[in-house]
């Protein structure tokens, strides 16, 4: 139920009529959030009934067709331009057409190129006759294999590369990519496609980890996001960590601030007291006791076991000091392994992201707004203008972002601070928006000094998209081999992208083992020197 109040002329707006406003609109949220509430529950009763549950379904958007633009050029996309479309094809064969009994007195002109692109699929079965000899010392001698052909393995490299991209780019189904080699002609089992997919891909991990920890060490800012993933059918968590160069995912049973450091971290954690970690300690307001307990030597412990016995030895008990104390340690330890202390942390809003440096989306701050339900004309109109107020300085905010001028930083900041300090007459909704804002102050300003670092968080939430695709499609995975594969391929499929480097290829070329294609660190810390000189040549005055 809907309640719509009418307007209150502004002679009317006595204390009490304000302060029953602010009731009514308190109630107002709260109601809604019960009304939300209820219907998950009334959903979650119909699932477990085997009933289904009320549909969503979105207003067709044919019914309000938009605008045409006001020219061809607008409703281009960018990369869109003429460009020759045979360019970059590779003739692999040429055929000679001529005329078929041509009329008596005709004469040659010329040949007119037309061609006809085809994809040829089809199963390759080689049998090789190894020779074996008998040596005179009465042992045995087996001609080795061919360089293509992979030890132990009676698949080749291009059908395993082709069951890889086929599972881990298009997403398809165990099931249906057993169907279709089979139709094709391939012998082949559903066990032997699932050791293909998750067996044997050792290097494929050590290159991920190094992604992560190279990305990490070259980036000034990083993007985070996290999302659901199912794990021997229960809900998990995948933290998604990257920017422009590299994107690296990680699926865990918990998306605390511990488990994201010890994500940052990498496969092994380690644990150091350091000026980091002592500075976090001051900020989580650590008692001095167990921090000068804490800065004995010695300082660094390689393993979680010795950490813990260091821990005991210490007598931190204590279930908030041990976290504190681990978190610290942890943080502590990634400086050491190369991060910058001033590396910027993008996310949208999530507190376990709140680490060294912290940037928010200005979208997610924003969306508390758009979701609010205005229960007359003028909650509705306040509602509005104080989100154009907000979507004016973000524009401005780009504009700085593109061009720096230290002269608007104060001009910028003072908008802000009207702007979340502004009073209205709906303090329990939109207030509260704004306080929430006011708090988070200097991570949404973070760009005026770091332009480096994106507004919003848009770019992580479009990475962690494909693997959520990937979860609708084939739900969770039941060993760990499994997930380990998931978060690998998923993390090499999305580098290999930022990258401009082809899956496909990249597959080809890994499992043959040839290295025609660079190692991904070396392309991600590559691409970060080009893109630093850049930066310094564009800062240099000419």
């Known amino acids: 139920m809907k309640l719509q109040l009418p307007a209150i002329p502004e002679a009317e707006r006595t204390p009490l009529v304000e302060a029953l406003v602010a009731i009514i609109d308190a109630q107002q949220q709260r109601i809604q959030q019960l009304e939300e509430t209820v219907q998950l529950l009334r959903d979650e009763i119909a699932i477990l009934k085997g009933q289904k549950p009320r549909p969503d379904i979105k207003p067709s958007q044919l019914e309000t067709p938009p605008p045409k633009p006001p020219s061809a050029e607008a409703t281009k996309r960018p990369g869109s331009a003429k460009r020759s479309k045979n360019a970059t094809l590779v003739i692999s064969e040429d055929w000679l057409v001529v005329v078929p009994d041509p009329p008596v007195g005709s004469t040659h002109l010329r040949y007119e190129k037309y061609l ?16 074996r000899l008998q040596l005179p010392d009465g042992s045995s001698l087996l001609a080795p294999l061919p360089e293509d052909v992979l030890e132990g393995q009676h698949f080749g490299a291009e059908l395993i590369a082709y069951v890889l991209y086929q599972y881990r ?12 080699l089979q139709e094709l002609g391939v012998d082949i089992s559903a066990g032997q496609i699932s050791h293909i997919l998750t067996e044997g891909h050792e290097d494929f991990h ?31 968590y995948c933290t998604a960590i990257g920017n422009d ?17 010890h994500v940052l971290q990498g496969a092994q954690p380690s644990y150091t007291i350091n000026e980091t970690a002592l500075a976090y300690f001051k900020e989580q307001e650590l008692a001095q006791a167990v921090v000068a307990k804490l800065s004995v030597e010695p300082c660094r412990f390689d393993s979680e076991a010795a950490w813990q016995v260091r821990l005991v030895e210490l007598g931190i008990t204590a279930k908030l000091h041990v976290r504190i104390a681990t978190e610290g340690a942890l943080l502590g330890q990634i400086i050491v392994q190369g991060v910058s202390p001033r590396l910027v942390i993008l996310s949208d809003g999530a507190p376990q992201f709140d680490l060294l440096i912290h940037a928010s989306c200005w979208v997610h701050a924003e969306r508390p707004l758009a979701r609010l339900v205005p229960y007359n004309e003028e909650h509705r109109v306040a509602i509005e203008q104080v989100r154009q107020q907000i979507w004016e300085l973000y524009r401005d905010m780009k504009e700085y972002r593109l061009a720096p001028n230290p002269a608007a930083k104060p001009t910028l900041t003072a908008r802000f601070d009207a702007l979340v300090g502004q009073k209205n007459n709906y303090p329990t909704s939109i207030g509260q928006v704004l306080k929430e804002m006011c708090v988070h102050k200097a ?20 990475d962690i998209r494909g693997y959520v695709k990937m979860r609708k499609i084939s739900g969770g995975t039941r060993s760990e081999a499994g997930r380990r594969c998931r978060d690998t391929f998923s993390s090499l499929k999305k580098t290999c992208r930022k990258l401009g480097v082809s899956f496909w290829a990249y597959l080809k070329d890994r499992i043959r083992g040839r290295g025609q294609i660079a190692w991904l660190p070396d392309l991600i810390r590559a691409r ?8 310094l040549e564009e800062a240099v005055p000419v």
């Open 116 to 131: 006809v692109q085809d994809l040829v699929i089809e199963v390759k079965t080689t049998c090789y006759h190894r020779e």
């Open 169 to 180: 780019q298009c997403h398809v189904t165990q099931p249906l990519l057993l169907e279709q």
């Open 206 to 236: 050590r290159e991920k980890e190094a992604v992560l920890t190279t990305g990490l060490q070259v980036s000034s800012y990083i993007g985070v996001d996290d999302t659901g993933a199912r794990h021997q059918g229960k809900n998990g």
């Open 245 to 261: 160069l590299f994107a690296c995912f990680t699926s865990t049973d918990s998306k605390s601030r511990l488990n994201f450091l």
């Open 443 to 462: 991570d949404l300003l973070c760009v005026l000094e770091r332009p480096e670092v994106p507004l919003h968080n848009n770019g992580m939430e479009s």
């Open 528 to 535: 970060a020197v080009k893109e630093c000189a850049a930066v």
